[in-house]
């Protein structure tokens, strides 16, 4: 069943997370509702030789081209676009990921802010009752992070840290960011075979 999902990408370290995530959903023919911070466009620059400097219409193209899926079903919207048709209550959709979520955003969206699109796109998705996951990147983590990962999943957020398990065998870095990726769809119940699960290996 295809899925009509939001995807955050912010600042944080590990962009591959949130490219990982993109190409899984896309190739996989979901509808993508894309948010891409300014911070994010700077890693993803640093990380994964992204270049997303460009007008808001350029985006979506360049991000099909980096995931190598064309003919993707991605509409992009500016984080600054307080008033895009994600930011209402009345848009339909199957959830919201951030990935990764910064520490900023996380705390962020735990006081219901609300002052840009990611954090208005989560605060709908709380109140609305529709899954929110968050993957932070962050090591080592003060109580403040605790406090609000806490809080966060007591209202309702699933928070499923960026730590890849290792029992697949990985040999390269995409095989771990596609077994946090494939725990994330899991949460949403989204069929995919980015990893090979427990119990799924030869005696």
Not at 92 to 106: F, H, K, N, Q, Y
Not at 141 to 158: D, E, K, P, S, T
Not at 173 to 196: E, M, P, Q, T, W
Request: hydrophobic letters at 45%; a negative charge.
């Amino acid at each position: 069943m295809v899925s009509s999902l939001i995807v955050a990408i912010t600042g944080a370290s590990g962009a591959v997370y949130g490219a990982r995530m993109l190409s899984a959903l896309c190739g996989g023919g979901h509808d993508v509702s894309l948010i891409i911070t300014e911070p994010a466009k700077l890693v993803l620059k640093h990380e994964l030789d992204w270049d997303l400097n460009c007008g808001s219409a350029e985006v979506p193209v360049r991000v099909r081209n980096f995931i190598g899926v064309p003919d993707a079903s991605i509409a992009y919207f500016a984080n600054e676009d307080i008033g895009a048709v994600i930011a209402s209550g009345s848009y339909r959709c199957d959830g919201m990921i951030v990935v990764p979520c910064t520490m900023g955003s996380l705390a962020r969206i735990a006081a219901g802010t609300a002052e840009n699109l990611l954090e208005r796109a989560a605060d709908v998705a709380l109140k609305e009752r529709r899954p929110l996951v968050l993957v932070p990147r962050e090591t080592p983590l003060n109580q403040i992070h605790l406090r609000n990962m806490l809080f966060l999943a007591q209202v309702g957020a699933h928070i499923v840290p960026a730590m890849p398990a290792f029992y697949h065998q990985p040999r390269e870095v995409v095989d771990l960011a596609d077994f946090v990726v494939g725990r994330v769809l899991d949460v949403l119940n989204i069929s995919h075979d980015l990893y090979k699960r427990w119990g799924a290996y030869d005696s």
